[in-house]
């Protein structure tokens, strides 16, 4: 079964400070990975994703993740944080392609201190 | 972009009564919707695939009796908490893939069930 674990439910960092979550998924077949973030009382919004081709990935709020194959990874960076960043962020594998259900990591909170 | 629209977004109901709540995909044709609940301080868990016209496929541990979930044209598709009861407080999220948005699932905003 396709599982993905994000480590660090809980990661705080400085204003301006480097931003890196990270998530590990197991796969049989090349999945397709996701990024979401989820703001307080709120659904999920798609910060970016990887299908096929280039392996860094850039996405809204100026985050970017690269996949590593080798390593089973797909962790999500900022060079720069900002208060705003603040939220839960979701790492996904879609586990069946383009229009399966998606298997969630347990989050991470992001916290950004002044 | 797709938008996927849920209401209500927040209910509070007695125990023992039902509640439907309701999932669109305001400007695109889904088949397929997705439910999903999602704990406090948790991650989301998928209950049930929702498919237009023909039953919808639940995960397993999910109670199919008491969330039912009707999906009666393209974009439209319900989920109702029957008997509702103080564990069914969560939050339920709804979502949507499209033909071209390769793997891309689009969420809506979520529905707030509190049962008193």
């Known amino acids: 079964a396709q599982s993905v674990t994000q480590l660090g439910s809980h990661v705080s960092v400085s204003e301006g400070a480097l931003v890196l979550l990270r998530c590990n998924y197991s796969s049989s077949v090349p999945p397709y990975l996701f990024w979401y973030v989820q703001y307080p009382n709120q659904g999920l919004q798609l910060l970016l994703k990887?299908?096929?081709?280039?392996?860094l990935v850039k996405g809204i709020n100026g985050f970017e993740a690269e996949f590593k194959k080798s390593e089973t990874s797909f962790h999500l960076t900022k060079p720069s944080a900002h208060m705003s960043d603040a939220a839960e962020y979701f790492c996904a594998v879609s586990p069946s392609g383009s229009q399966g259900n998606l298997i969630f990591g347990k989050g991470t909170k992001l916290s950004v201190k002044p | 972009g797709a938008v996927v629209s849920q209401h209500p977004s927040w209910v509070i109901c007695k125990s023992g009564t039902s509640v439907k709540i309701e999932c669109r995909s305001l400007?695109?044709?889904?088949?397929?919707m997705f439910w999903y609940r999602q704990f406090p301080k948790q991650s989301l868990m998928l209950m049930a695939t929702s498919n237009e016209g023909s039953k919808a496929t639940y995960e397993q541990g999910v109670e199919k009796d008491k969330f039912l979930i009707n999906h009666a044209s393209l974009t439209l598709s319900t989920l109702t908490v029957t008997s509702a009861h103080p564990e069914d407080s969560s939050f339920y999220i709804c979502s949507a893939p499209t033909r071209t948005s390769g793997g891309e699932q689009y969420f809506g905003p979520g529905t707030r069930l509190t049962v008193t």
């Open positions: 990887y299908t096929t081709g280039a392996t």
């Open positions: 400007d695109f044709q889904a088949t397929t």
